[in-house]
Nanobody
Framework: QVRLEESGGGSVQAGGSLRLSCSVSRTRFMEPPMAWFRQSPGKGREGVAAIYPGNGFAGPTFTDYADSVKGRFIISRDNSGNTLSLEMNDLKPEDSGMYYC??????????????????WGQGTQVTVSA
């Protein structure tokens, strides 16, 4: 079982930065794959960034980003595996929305599929003004 809780959302002007955190409580030893998604009013939930832990079989840590945030956002996890972060820089109004962290997906080739993730947090709101 995995429990997720996001924090760090807020309001910022365009060009500013925010850092989101997701606290991970898990009952199993292995670090699960994790991701950030976002959803704005009237739109579907979209994948923002994902991180898959590396191991001897699967290779090094794998990260991927939506094209719209590449070069601006950085996903990372602390050494304990208990905190997932999303560093967001050069924010744009279109980055506004509710941001959710998700855990446990077996399909890293299709990580943007909402249905592929098992656990979800409640979300944290990000608002970017022009």
């Amino acid at each position: 079982q995995v429990r997720l809780e996001e924090s760090g959302g807020g309001s910022v002007q365009a060009g500013g930065s925010l850092r989101l955190s997701c606290s991970v409580s898990r009952t199993r030893f292995m670090e699960p794959p994790m991701a950030w998604f976002r959803q704005s009013p009237g739109k579907g939930r979209e994948g923002v960034a994902a991180i898959y832990p590396g191991n001897g079989f699967a290779g090094p840590t794998f990260t991927d980003y939506a094209d719209s945030v590449k070069g601006r956002f950085i996903i990372s996890r602390d050494n304990s595996g208990n905190t997932l972060s999303l560093e967001m820089n050069d924010l744009k109004p279109e980055d506004s929305g509710m941001y959710y962290c998700a855990a446990d997906s077996a399909n890293r080739k299709d990580w943007t599929a909402v249905g592929g993730w098992t656990f979800w947090g409640q979300g944290t709101q990000v608002t970017v003004s022009a």
